[in-house]
């Protein structure tokens, strides 16, 4: 019996590291306005390393949270939140301001890790999400469909995680 693959991540300076036992849900790249806020809200941050891409997207590659593992430096982890009240915090690793995680106080079940802290080769580009949120006269990536919105194959996906979570696999 084989195991399940374990994806890494890590922030600039090696001192905190997440783990993901698993595939991932999806990976997708975010134009909303939170994502492009809390970016360069990030990014504005002493030496911290990019979170934004070229288009001003934000990718990330989404997990479920029973799945995702701090295993070095929690105690580094600082949430941040746009506004006070927000279910949206995004960890930041202090130690060098990486851009680590998105998580949510909510019922949602994933979390996002930023794609730029995934060590190694990191799942393809699934969908560009969340378009209509993008500057304008900023050409958009065209290595994946970009949606105005959510696209049905990535609500599809977080249905079939939810279920699999409710019937313990």
């Known amino acids: 019996m084989m195991s399940a693959p374990i994806l890494r991540a890590s922030c600039a300076c090696g001192q905190v590291a997440l783990e993901a036992q698993g595939a991932p849900m999806f990976a997708a790249v975010c ?3 939170d994502c492009q806020a809390a970016g360069h809200e990030i990014e504005a941050l002493a030496g911290a390393p990019p979170v934004l891409d070229a288009d001003a997207g934000t990718p990330l590659v989404m997990f479920r949270k029973d799945r995702l593992a701090v295993v070095r430096g929690q105690d580094r982890l ?3 939140k746009l506004k006070p009240g927000s279910a949206t ?9 990486s851009a680590m ?5 909510d019922a949602r079940h994933w979390i996002d890790v930023f794609r730029g802290r995934i060590e190694g080769a ?7 999400i969340c378009t209509r949120s993008r500057p304008a006269g900023i050409p958009i990536a065209d290595d994946a469909p970009a949606y105005e919105r959510y696209p049905l194959a990535m609500m599809v996906q977080l249905l079939r995680s939810r279920v699999a979570m409710l019937f313990g696999s």
């Open 89 to 97: 915090s995004r960890h930041v690793a202090s130690c060098c301001n």
């Open 122 to 128: 990191a799942p393809p580009v699934q969908a560009r």
């Open 31 to 33: 134009y909303c306005d």
């Open 101 to 105: 995680y998105l998580g949510f106080d």
């Open 78 to 80: 600082e949430p941040r």
